[in-house]
């Protein structure tokens, strides 16, 4: 049917089938036949002679408007094969530091790979200063990060900034003050993430800082452990607030308690990669749209 939905577009677009059959070379009477067959297909009517002119019939300008949709998503299709062909099937490797990898890595690998199915993605992970290196040593094509990178090597994409914010379990008894304030972490039972990242680095910073002694009773490597624990241990964290969802809070009956001096762990997420790098047309729109998404308004 596909053939002759265009020889129809064909007719509708030159409103005459002499010019349409000259258009598609084609004698009239087989375009004519061509016609007939989706008409016969369809069991409607598509055009209606008005004297010398051809109308759509309300059928036919509903074929027409899917003939032409169909017809563009087809041309998407042979640009996006031809993008494959040239590309070929690759691989393509994504170095996230240990908080992106939970926090910012999976929605961004989702967009990448309805954009590119073509894509082997491959993910390592590291501390921020092994991404870096990863990406200058072209052992990674591109990385995520909670930082601003300055390199004349690199180009770093910020995509947007994040801090710590406190996270408790619903009637946690901290929550009978009015307005919990930064010293009341000090002496609170506490579930914090493992040493080595920016967010804990951060985290102990910021207890340095205002001299906090928190009452730390474990140190996990996953943001989804932590949270289920919560509620078992009676215990706080500091979590990075991208990473939190509302549906997350609510699956685990917590809550985010605002305090100001939090906000002054702000730390930029961001996108890096060699600039000298050559990626196919579709991870560089990718990397184009994911900019546009989080530029700031």
Request: charged residues 25%; hydrophobic residues 45%; glycine residues 4%.
């Amino acid at each position: 049917m596909l053939e002759e939905l265009n020889m129809f577009t064909v007719v509708v677009e030159q409103s005459s089938m002499n010019k349409a059959s000259a258009a598609l070379n084609l004698s009239q009477p087989a375009l004519s036949r061509k016609i007939a067959k989706l008409e016969q297909e369809l069991g409607a009517l598509l055009f209606r002679r008005v004297g010398k002119r051809l109308e759509l019939t309300r059928i036919g300008q509903l074929t027409y408007d899917y003939a032409v949709e169909a017809r563009q998503q087809h041309l998407r299709f042979l640009k996006l094969l031809a993008e494959y062909k040239h590309a070929g099937r690759a691989t393509f490797t994504i170095g996230a530091s240990l908080t992106t990898l939970q926090t910012s890595l999976p929605d961004l690998i989702q967009a990448l790979t309805a954009r590119s199915p073509e894509l082997d993605i491959k993910a390592i992970t590291g501390k921020t200063h092994e991404i870096v290196t990863l990406i200058r040593d072209r052992k990674a094509d591109l990385g995520i990060v909670a930082s601003r990178i300055e390199d004349a090597q690199l180009t770093c994409v910020p995509l947007f900034d994040d801090h710590l914010v406190l996270v408790l379990p619903r009637n946690h008894f901290i929550m009978e003050k009015s307005a919990p304030v930064i010293t009341d972490l000090n002496g609170l039972p506490m579930i914090l993430f493992s040493k080595g990242t920016w967010y804990r680095i951060l985290t102990d910073e910021l207890f340095e800082k205002y001299r906090l002694l928190p009452d730390v009773r474990m140190e996990i490597d996953s943001f989804e452990a932590i949270l289920r624990l919560l509620h078992t241990c009676r215990a706080a964290t500091l979590l990075p607030k991208s990473y939190l969802r509302p549906q997350m809070l609510a699956d685990n009956d917590l809550q985010v308690v605002p305090i100001l001096e939090l906000e002054e762990s702000k730390r930029t997420t961001s996108l890096i990669y060699d600039q000298s790098d050559g990626f196919n047309p579709a991870v560089r729109r990718w990397i184009e749209e994911v900019a546009a998404q989080y530029k700031p308004v």
